[in-house]
């Protein structure tokens, strides 16, 4: 069974780096039939994609992040990360990692994590 | 980016009852639409893929239609546990992009 986890600091201040990592478990991050994507959900809004990277490390953003997102994949490790400049408060959301699946030309996300709350405030 | 709205945003319903939740995409998607079903504290979780593939382990009950800029979720008989909310999610083309939610509550 597929397994992702979300770790990192739940309180980060204005203008710091948010930094989250996504542990994997039952599948290896190397596969090549998946991506590894990030998505946040500010309160009360709808679902934001942020980006996603294959194990090559083709890593594809949202515009609208791109310039102040970064993310990476450790293959020895199995886990992803992600990383947002610049914070304000805009950027407090649940964050969550999944994974991203092509199949037969669809795709989709197919597992999610719990998700976790990022606060963004001095 | 291709924008998605869902109706309606809520709506109350009783065990039983047939469902349908429309999503409307700002452009063609053809059938690269999927639906996701959120309980509060959970991460969503995937019900239909593809516009009507239905996900491995998803109840019959569930079922996705549509092509084009007019999809949709219908739920044929609705169950306690399915009072959630859902969403739509578009895979036409990059930036992915989510409806806003559709919130079922107990009528």
């Known amino acids: 069974q597929v397994q992702l986890q979300e770790s990192g600091p739940g309180l980060v201040k204005p203008s710091e780096t948010l930094s989250l990592t996504c542990t994997v478990s039952?599948?290896?991050?190397?596969?090549?039939?998946?991506?590894w994507s990030w998505i946040r959900q500010p309160p009360g809004k709808a679902m934001e994609w942020i980006g996603d990277m294959s194990y090559i490390g083709r890593g594809n953003y949202n515009p609208s992040l791109k310039s102040r997102v970064t993310l990476s994949i450790e293959t020895s490790k199995n886990l992803f990360s992600l990383k947002v400049t610049s914070v304000t408060a805009a950027d407090t959301a649940v964050y969550y990692c999944?994974?991203?699946?092509?199949?037969?030309?669809?795709?989709?996300?197919?597992?999610w994590g719990q998700g976790t709350l990022v606060t963004v405030s001095s | 980016d291709i924008q998605m709205t869902q109706s309606p945003s809520s709506l109350s319903a009783s065990v039983g009852d047939r469902v349908t939740i429309t999503c409307r995409a700002s452009?063609?998607?053809?059938?690269?639409l999927n639906w996701y079903q959120q309980t509060p504290g959970k991460p969503p979780k995937l019900l239909i893929y593809g516009a009507s593939s239905l996900q491995s382990g998803v109840p019959s009950r569930f079922s996705g239609s549509g092509s084009g800029t007019h999809l949709t979720l219908t739920i044929s008989s609705l169950q306690p546990e399915d009072f959630a909310t859902y969403y739509c999610q578009q895979s036409f083309s990059a930036p992915w992009t989510f409806g806003q939610g559709t919130k079922v509550e107990i009528k």
């Open positions: 452009q063609s998607i053809s059938t690269y």
């Open positions: 999944a994974r991203w699946r092509q199949l037969q030309g669809l795709y989709y996300f197919a597992s």
């Open positions: 039952g599948v290896s991050v190397s596969s090549g039939s998946y991506s």
